[in-house]
């Protein structure tokens, strides 16, 4: 059962047949006009709160101390934190490389952004300029493999402090669709000469990813070529006022602005304009 709660739709649009939960309905043409409804779009949530985190060494020369819970990555606080602390001296090297993990809970239909909290630190000494540079990698997984998503690059040289604190956040590239995991990669280096050295650390404090995870119920449309999946919003949320019953239980079914790659071509009018639902995934 389709449940329209003061709703209809803006304008007839012709569907020879409307798949709903594997009913066929033939319909010749649906009237959509009149009353407005105010809608709501599902919020993106952070999908890294509920995953699984994993930490990983992946080189090291001269580290003091590495800060290796892994469950800091993602516990949705900033003042705890993974990474290192690492000093050479006299014609040597320090340098730390570590990676952390978060799978998700869920499959995410969508992620829109990705953002990082991190600090990184230098302190040179000595009679020349010991020199120092990094990098700090964003990955997605989808499609089988890892995506680089963003790189963050730092370097410099001389005596003193240098430092950079904050927050990084990425949406450039996106947004990413059927993505299982997210992935920080970073590395420092100070190269100290004769008679100089060098005190170096990188902690990164929260990886998240924010997005939404749709799900398919069974809800599908014919828009005259093809049949369409309707996606609907994960049970538990129900920010959608287009709504449909399966067993019981209700579901938002997902919107989107019109002109969306994911809209079905299928459109309501709404106090916040004319949105269409959204196809799966």
Wanted: net charge neutral; charged share 15%; hydrophobic share 35%.
């Amino acid at each position: 059962m389709m449940i329209i709660t003061k709703t209809k739709f803006y304008k007839r649009i012709s569907i020879k047949r409307l798949f709903l939960l594997g009913l066929v309905i033939s319909l010749s043409s649906i009237y959509l006009v009149g009353i407005l409804i105010k809608v709501a779009f599902a919020q993106d949530t952070n999908l890294c709160l509920d995953g699984t985190p994993t930490f990983n060494i992946l080189a090291q020369r001269n580290i003091n101390s590495w800060y290796q819970t892994a469950s800091n990555i993602n516990d949705n606080n900033t003042g705890t934190m993974v990474g290192f602390t690492g000093y050479a001296q006299y014609e040597d090297q320090a340098y730390g490389k570590y990676e952390a993990i978060v799978d998700f809970a869920q499959l995410a239909t969508i992620v829109n952004k990705v953002s990082y909290y991190r600090y990184w630190y230098f302190y040179g000494q000595g009679w020349g300029k010991p020199s120092y540079s990094g990098y700090e990698k964003t990955y997605l997984y989808y499609g089988g493999a890892w995506h680089l998503i963003h790189t963050h690059n730092f370097s410099g040289a001389g005596i003193g402090a240098n430092t950079d604190a904050g927050l990084i956040e990425i949406t450039t590239g996106g947004p990413w669709t059927d993505v299982s995991k997210c992935k920080i990669e970073a590395y420092m280096i100070v190269n100290a000469g004769t008679n100089e050295a060098g005190t170096i650390r990188h902690y990164t404090y929260e990886l998240r990813a924010f997005g939404l995870v749709y799900e398919d119920i069974g809800l599908r449309v014919f828009d005259g070529t093809q049949t369409v999946s309707i996606a609907v919003e994960p049970l538990g949320t129900l920010t959608s006022p287009l709504r449909i019953a399966k067993d019981g239980v209700i579901y938002g079914i997902a919107l989107v602005d019109p002109g969306d790659p994911n809209e079905s071509g299928i459109r309501i009018n709404t106090s916040s304009g004319i949105k269409a639902l959204r196809k799966y995934p």
